[in-house]
């Protein structure tokens, strides 16, 4: 079983920055990779980056230079950096894990979210 809790969501003005934070519990195999998600009302759940033990990144091509995600592996949290915020990049960000043998999308552990708003 892993456990996630994100933090560092909040309301910002436009061209704002924030970090989010995911802190991982339980299972070090479930951690292999750790990902940022995220969801608007009335949109599909959306795949940012993703990062493994290795430090390897992934990215979704839309979100490169403006999103950074980093992890710490003797904290089991994983970091989403975002810079240049834009009214359109509101949304319940998420956090994922999952073993490395499990396909990208495919889960299995999910954080509650957290809310991030930008307002002009």
């Known amino acids: 079983q892993v456990h996630l809790v994100e933090s560092g969501g909040g309301l910002v003005q436009a061209g704002g920055s924030l970090r989010l934070s995911c802190a991982a519990s339980?299972?070090?195999?479930?951690?292999?990779?750790l990902a940022w998600y995220r969801q608007a009302p009335g949109e599909s759940r959306e795949f940012i980056a993703d990062?493994?033990?290795?430090?390897?990144?992934y990215y979704t091509e839309s979100f490169v230079g403006r999103f950074t995600i980093s992890r710490d592996n003797a904290k089991k949290t994983a970091y989403l950096q975002m810079n240049n915020l834009r009214p359109e990049d509101s949304a319940v960000y998420y956090c994922?894990?999952?073993?490395?043998?499990?396909?990208?999308?495919?889960?299995?552990?999910w954080g509650q979210g957290t809310q991030v708003t930008v307002q002009d």
């Open positions: 994922n894990s999952r073993p490395i043998w499990v396909a990208r999308g495919q889960g299995p552990y």
């Open positions: 990062i493994s033990s290795g430090l390897t990144t």
């Open positions: 339980g299972s070090v195999s479930g951690v292999d990779v």
